[in-house]
């Protein structure tokens, strides 16, 4: 059974950093893309960031570009999103995603909440 | 920038009634690259079609999708009760690179 599960969201002032996990198990973590998808409130979801399973080849939205990284751990099956400078408007439920057929997210963790308040 | 525009905003329906979902593409959508998901309060989004008009595994069969280019549809053929939700379309490829709609909330009327 296909199982994702964040960790590491919480309450950050503006410009403070978070370092959120996604721990993966029930398939070959490797052989496939994984993306942060974040969802504000009452909004719909976005793909912030993306990476290939060989670690190569990576996407950011142009409203973190600079200031979140994505990387991955192939060999603990975890992923994992480096954020940092961040701001109000990057308050969320983040989920860990996996890319499956036709370039649809398959399998979302359940979230964790990010939320940037003074 | 591609922008996808999902109408209706809120859709009332009745158990057992066809819905209609929209997803409109600002430029056209390469290869169908066109997902639905359904969401519900408290939940991550569940996959219902991918590439336009293939049924996610463990998908019931009275959802389907159609559509090519930059006009796309979700259908519900009979609608149970458990199908009242919000509804998202993403696409894959035009920048941004991954693009969801703004969603159609299915409600009971």
């Known amino acids: 059974e296909v199982q994702l599960l964040e960790s590491g969201g919480g309450l950050v002032q503006p410009g403070g950093s978070l370092r959120l996990s996604c721990a993966a198990s029930g398939f070959t973590f490797s052989d496939y893309v994984m993306c942060w998808v974040r969802q504000a409130p009452g909004k719909g979801p976005e793909c912030v960031s993306s990476m290939t399973g060989d670690s190569i080849h990576t996407y950011y939205a142009d409203s973190v570009k600079g200031r979140f990284t994505i990387s991955r751990d192939n060999s603990k099956n975890t992923l994992f999103l480096e954020m940092n400078n961040l701001r109000v408007d990057d308050t969320a439920i983040y989920y860990c995603a996996r890319r499956g057929s036709a370039y649809a997210f398959d399998y979302w963790g359940q979230g964790t909440l990010v939320a940037v308040s003074s | 920038e591609i922008v996808l525009t999902q109408s209706p905003g809120t859709l009332s329906s009745s158990p057992g009634e066809r819905a209609t979902l929209s997803c409109r593409a600002s430029?056209?959508?390469?290869?169908?690259?066109l997902a639905w998901y359904q969401q519900k309060p408290g939940q991550p989004p569940r996959l219902l079609i991918h590439g336009a008009s293939s049924r996610a595994t463990g998908i019931p069969d009275r959802f389907s999708g159609s559509g090519s280019g930059t006009d796309f549809t979700l259908t519900v053929s009979r609608l149970e009760p458990e199908d009242f939700a919000m509804y998202y379309c993403?696409?894959?490829?035009?920048?941004?690179?991954?693009?969801f709609g703004q969603g159609t909330k299915l409600e009971i009327k």
């Open positions: 993403q696409q894959y490829g035009s920048s941004p690179l991954y693009t």
């Open positions: 430029q056209s959508i390469n290869n169908n690259y």
